[in-house]
């Protein structure tokens, strides 16, 4: 079968660089190629000569996307037309995040405006919240929930024989039988992530304007054994950490680097030194093959230790990310963060002792901020000093404790405006102790002081050692 697999468009709508690719999709598609059918990615968030901005510029670009939503002839929306029109297929899939409900809903209409009879199948975080809902929308046929190769493997196994009956022994989807919705029973994560084939990079449209770097995004694990209140990972991956074999990992970063060129890997684990015993496996093989590569990671501040960076810099680690989203306690408690601050501290001084590269997030606006909690945040990022902070505002993501506690108090419901909840956005009416024009205001000055910061740091460190990062 004919299979065109859709990112839909949202940060392209603002002229922003989005990095690296859709690596779910690209996952689904070799699955679907090893079933022998013909299988093409559309990243339509994918611009290749869009800028790099910083947060406030992005904040004040949102009103183009929600802009370009609502624009029936946008350039964007004849392009994802004339996709869909020159490839043909039989079966749509769409990703969908929450912020881009609107965006895939405008996709699925399109698709069905092209041809009435094009299957249309949508996952991803948002939809496997939200099936029943989704499904009122009649563009949409089916909803595939949680984690996505095998549940669209049987799926479309189904379709291509026409046995509509076996749609019931499909687990994890979602579909509409007659005045019925039926949701199947859940599928189980898949055990052993090795069976899964290389992503299908080379199923992407204009795969040719991508640079190296954009290929170099690996998951090496999926899962999260962490509760936060904000975070919507389990939602997809479960709490169950599963693992690919270090070996397995190694041969992608090694084809990647061969076919593609790409030098520069960031690894997109939740949190990437969770076992340290992998991690020791992994900076030992890279190290041992001597294979002059470059990498990032993302993990959380207590899950590093000073013989673990060591290893990793050796290795060729030259930027951590850290989760720390806040500097206030009472903040962090209500987050279920379950991190201590002076963990912080230990893995600041840690990485900046190894020379390593680490960037903070922050999360702004969760219901219990106030004014005296966003001055406890700067005042530990003034004592930490990272070479990089990485700003967001919080942005309710459903499935979560948090999410659910907005619901409690009547802030959000599912038929919320989803292309409003932008973490880029200034205003926000979940702070309970704060008006939205206080908030904004807020917001601007955490954005000019991060800004600041960044300014400040990225010049030290070209006057020490020659370069920007």
């Known amino acids: ?215 170099g995004a690996l998951m090496g694990s999926r899962g999260c054994p962490y509760a936060c209140t904000f975070c919507g990972v389990a939602n997809l991956w479960s709490r169950k950490v599963r693992y690919r074999s270090v070996a397995s990992v190694i041969r992608e970063m090694e084809w990647l680097n061969e076919t593609y060129g790409t030098e520069y890997f960031s690894f997109r684990d939740a949190s990437f030194t969770l076992s340290r015993e992998r991690v020791e496996e992994l900076c030992r093989e890279i190290s041992r093959r001597e294979m002059g590569i470059r990498w990032e990671c993302l993990t959380r501040p207590d899950l590093l230790d000073e013989a673990m960076v060591a290893a990793m810099k050796r290795s060729g680690c030259v930027t951590v990310r850290i989760g720390l989203e806040s500097g206030s306690k009472a903040i962090l408690r209500h987050m279920k963060k379950r991190l201590e601050l002076d963990a912080v501290r230990r893995a600041a001084q840690i990485l900046t002792k190894h020379g390593l590269y680490w960037s903070t997030y922050l999360l702004l606006g969760t219901p219990l901020e106030t004014k005296e909690t966003v001055k406890e945040t700067l005042a530990f990022v003034r004592e930490i000093n990272p070479p990089f902070l990485t700003l967001a505002r919080f942005a309710p993501i459903p499935g979560t404790e948090m999410y659910d506690e907005l619901v409690h108090r009547g802030l959000i419901s599912p038929d919320t405006d989803w292309s409003m909840e932008c973490n880029q956005r200034l205003r926000s009416h979940y702070v309970y102790g704060m008006t939205e024009e206080e908030f904004e205001q807020t917001m601007r000055e955490v954005a000019a002081f991060v800004e600041a910061h960044n300014t400040a740091t990225s010049a030290r460190m070209a006057t020490r050692d020659g370069r920007l990062k």
């Open 1 to 215: 079968m004919r299979i065109l697999l859709i990112d839909p468009p949202f940060q392209r709508f603002m002229g922003f660089y989005r990095y690296y690719y859709p690596l779910g999709l690209a996952s689904i598609a070799a699955v679907l190629r090893q079933a022998g059918h013909e299988v093409v990615v559309y990243d339509a968030d994918h611009l290749e000569s869009a800028e790099t901005l910083s947060w406030s510029a992005v904040a004040e670009r949102h009103e183009e996307f929600l802009k370009g939503l609502h624009t029936q002839d946008h350039p964007l929306w004849r392009e994802a037309k004339d996709v869909v029109s020159g490839f043909a297929p039989d079966i749509v899939g769409i990703t969908l995040l929450s912020v881009k409900a609107s965006s895939g809903a405008r996709v699925a209409a399109i698709c069905k405006e092209v041809n009435d009879r094009i299957t249309v199948v949508v996952g991803g975080d948002h939809p496997t919240v939200f099936p029943a809902r989704t499904l009122q929308d009649a563009n949409i046929d089916f909803v595939v929930r949680g984690e996505g190769e095998a549940t669209m493997a049987d799926l479309v196994a189904c379709l291509q024989d026409g046995d509509r009956q076996r749609l019931a022994h499909v687990a994890g989807l979602s579909y509409r039988d007659g005045d019925e919705v039926r949701h199947n029973p859940d599928r189980e994560p898949i055990p052993d992530l090795d069976v899964l084939p290389l992503p299908a990079i080379d199923a992407l449209m204009h795969v040719d304007s991508y640079r190296p770097v954009d290929f």
